[in-house]
């Protein structure tokens, strides 16, 4: 903003200023001084510093507005502007002399001004003041005072003069010459005064405020004329003048009092302005407040999808990790899988190649036992006696071998269970005992039995693995016990109508197990090694007896101590076999040494087998004993023989070639539904005995087998043939 626009500025101030529009004159000022000051411009700082005291004034902020005054005298000092230093010298006084404390300022700020104007011999403004202060010397009864300035007003003022100036300047002598008693001279001024104020209160040009100036100085010119005439005791026409000065007195009154009207009334307007204003304000708080309402809204909803984000995020972490993990334990589930059937599929084929290299290998180390045995019997080949018992020994072990680890390999893919026969606990262990015998008076060992008298009746279980448990027991006492005792114990630790416990304690005074190597003697092939002696064995024994006492959910205990022996205890409970004559008996399976002996004790057998050498093996087994017997080398031979001969019994191998030993048996049965038929074969019992029997078979013997079983078996089914026959 330019000077120029600064004045501009100014003017329009002034000119809101008169029109009572005190704000819009306030802020119009405030915009010129900043701009004023933007620009240094101090000459113009001083008209602005004097518009802003006097709408203060005007506003009744007196303070504010002599402080404004005062700066407005600075500005002008420092621009030298002389003649706006007088005014705001006489606008202060004017203002101040008012109170009675300030008195003397206002006295000598009017005389400021009156000199500055003096020294610009601007006579318009160096009557200003001194009018001002002839009219507060009258007002405070200082005529003599007052004079001395309107003194020097009057020669200063002359037609030309602006009217009011005349008009105050003649009423105010008029009311001087009156204190003095002057009354002609009084009455002469006054009258001027009074005619110029009335043609000026009829001069509609004139603002309110310029009315309301000279009705008021009619008023005290009327004033002065009553007390003038008052004073020269012509009361009637100092009465009349009284009246006029009141009538003026309500005119002036009115003005002003209109004149405050417009100015409230502004003020009102400017009110309810401040008012529009405080309402915007607070409705701008309001929108701020909204604002910042919708503000945290918004960052509170930010922070919550933030928040909600990070959730996601985290679940969707947790959910590539559960499913990654997911993944992993499906792959690790299908590897664990994988392994598990490659583990059975190994575990199976671990089975089947047992079971067939067991059968290869006893098929061919019958033969070697069985040729051995022959070989050993017949009188000149004693001289190579020595050989012989070597070779049966070798063959003995080898068959050992595979039967034990035949049976472990059964157990650990428990395929082993058991079974249940009536049979007598003494019989059994007599006659392990006795089968042992051989071992005993090899090592010159005494075997003691003894049995609980409480266990009287028969046991009911499976006797071929207790058989089996002793024999290992039994069999390892007198290997590892020289020229000493092997006891068998059993005690009866409790009993009931149906069960008793029974406490097997196999005992010997021999070479004893040291202490740190018995934890792992029950494990497979471990052997104490007990410095030069050498004993024959396949260390699987112990692993056996273990499991297969844990198989009637008991376990083995040991208690021994180097060089004095070996204890070995286990518990079994055995159900008790029910008496003959029950209904539901078990006797069937106790075979009576007397019904063996039915009828002839030779018989006629018929031997199938393709291999040459089992032929030969089995013909010289039985024909030891007498027996006679055809040889078949297929089924369909057999069956041909079976057609025209009349057999006691068949011995069937069940693999050959053209027709095997089932399909031989199922045809054979069609025609002779009696004849005992036995597999006689290397195949593990198991695999085959449902099947033989399924298709007519009596009964299976394993190769290669105890002679005295194979007897045994034979005699049991013949008899039973006989006596189905008799039936
Ligand atoms: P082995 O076929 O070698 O006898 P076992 O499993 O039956 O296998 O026995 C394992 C080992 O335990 C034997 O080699 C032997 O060192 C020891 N042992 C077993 N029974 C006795 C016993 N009654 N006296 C001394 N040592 C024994």
Known sequence: ?????????????????????????????????????????????????????????????????????????????????????????????????????????????????????????????????????????????????????????????????????????????????????????????????ISMALSQSKNKANSTELLYTYYWELASAYKAKSDLYSKQNEFEQAYNYLLEYQSNFTRASKLKKEIELQRATIQFEVGQFKKQIKQNEVEKDERAEEEIKWHISIILGVVIILISLAFLINAYKNNTQKKKLNKDLIEKNAELKAAKETAEQVSTLKSQFISTVSHELRTPLYGVIGLTSLLMEHPEEKKRYEYLESLKFSGDYLLALIN????????????????????????????????????????????????????????????????????????????????????????????????????????????????????????????????????????????????????????????????????????????????????????????????????????????????KINQIVTQNILKKKEYTCDVASNGSDAIDLVRVNDYDLILMDINMPEMNGLDATKVIRTFNPYIPIIALTAVEEGEVRDQALSVGMNDVIIKPYDTQQFFQTILKNISHSQVKKVR
């Open 1 to 193: 903003m330019e000077a120029d626009s600064i004045q501009t500025y100014i003017q329009r101030a002034e000119v809101l200023l008169k029109e009572y529009k005190y704000e819009s004159a306030l802020e119009t000022a405030e915009a010129a001084l900043q701009n004023a000051l933007y620009h240094n411009d101090n000459s113009n700082l001083g008209y602005i510093s004097n518009i802003l005291a006097k709408i203060y004034e005007l506003n009744e902020e007196d303070t504010k507005a002599i402080t404004e005054y005062k700066r407005g005298i600075t500005y002008a000092s420092t621009v030298k502007d002389i003649g706006l230093k007088s005014d705001l010298y006489n606008n202060l006084a004017n203002l101040i002399i008012k109170k009675p404390e300030h008195r003397g300022e206002g006295v000598k700020f009017y005389i400021d001004a009156y000199q500055l104007a003096e020294r610009l011999e601007d006579t318009a403004r160096m009557v200003k003041p001194l009018l001002n202060l002839g009219d507060y010397y009258i007002s405070k009864d200082l005529y003599l005072e007052s004079y001395e300035h309107l003194k020097v007003a009057k020669e200063l003022i002359n037609e030309h003069s602006p009217i009011l100036y005349q008009t105050k300047l003649n009423i105010l002598l008029g009311k001087y010459f009156l204190s003095i008693r002057r009354f002609e001279r009084s009455n002469k001024y006054i009258d001027k005064g």
């Open 404 to 611: 034990d680890v035949l049976q472990l390999s059964k157990i650990e893919t428990n395929e082993v269970t058991l079974e249940k026969v009536s049979f007598d606990l003494r019989t059994l262990i007599e006659g392990i005992s006795n089968s042992l015998q051989s071992k005993q008076k090899h090592n010159n060992n005494n075997l003691h039995i003894q049995i609980d008298p409480a266990i009287t009746s028969m046991l009911y279980g499976d006797s071929i693995r207790l058989s089996q448990i002793l024999i290992n027991l039994v069999g390892n006492s007198l290997k590892f016990t020289k020229n000493g005792n092997i006891w068998i114990k059993v005690d009866q630790l409790a009993s009931s109508d149906h069960d008793c416990k029974l406490r097997f304690v196999i005992k010997d005074d021999g070479i004893g197990i040291p202490k740190d190597k018995q934890k792992n003697i029950f494990e497979n092939f471990a052997q104490v090694k007990n410095g030069t002696q050498e004993f024959e064995g396949t260390g699987l024994g112990l692993a056996i007896v273990k499991k297969l006492i844990h198989l009637h959910n008991s376990e083995i205990e040991i208690e021994s101590e180097e060089g004095k022996g070996a204890e070995f205890t286990f518990t079994i409970v055995y159900e008790l076999a029910k008496k003959k004559g029950s209904s539901d008996t078990y006797d069937e399976d106790i075979v009576q040494e007397e019904d063996l002996s039915i009828g002839t004790t030779t018989f006629n057998i018929l031997i199938v087998d393709d291999n």
